[in-house]
């Protein structure tokens, strides 16, 4: 099983960025998706869930109303669309995939892509 996420750059605040999660050997719409991050000196955080067929997605507050989590079935990818990017949005961005448990809880994702690193300059 492989998660590929891409999609990371410089943004300036106000900006845009849309983030991709490619998974290999897991089909994604039997299981649930999520995108964390890690803000240098900070402790990896949840950012948003999609779960398996669509059928929810979860936000953490500070990115409600600016970012929308996706699927596309077909083509085994989950997007993490982010717009107003601000300074504080800045991190490493890593995809994970869940058949079960908790979806803010990092512990209950199994298998983990390598961080897309995002920075947003003020």
């Known amino acids: 099983v492989q998660l590929q996420a891409s999609g990371g750059g410089l943004a300036q605040a106000g900006g845009s960025l849309k983030l991709s999660c490619l998974g290999s050997?897991?089909?994604?719409?039997?299981?649930?998706v999520g995108w964390f991050r890690q803000a240098p000196g900070k402790e990896r955080e949840f950012v948003a869930a999609?779960?398996?067929?669509?059928?929810?997605?979860y936000y953490t507050d500070s990115v409600k109303d600016r970012f929308t989590i996706s699927r596309d079935n077909a083509k085994n990818t989950v997007y993490l669309q982010m717009n107003n990017l601000k300074p504080e949005d800045t991190a490493v961005y890593s995809c994970?995939?869940?058949?079960?448990?908790?979806?803010?809880?990092?512990?209950?994702?199994?298998?983990w892509g390598q961080g897309t690193l995002v920075t947003v300059s003020s």
């Open positions: 999609i779960r398996r067929s669509g059928a929810g997605t």
């Open positions: 994970a995939a869940q058949d079960s448990g908790t979806y803010y809880d990092s512990s209950f994702y199994r298998y």
């Open positions: 050997g897991i089909t994604f719409s039997s299981n649930t």
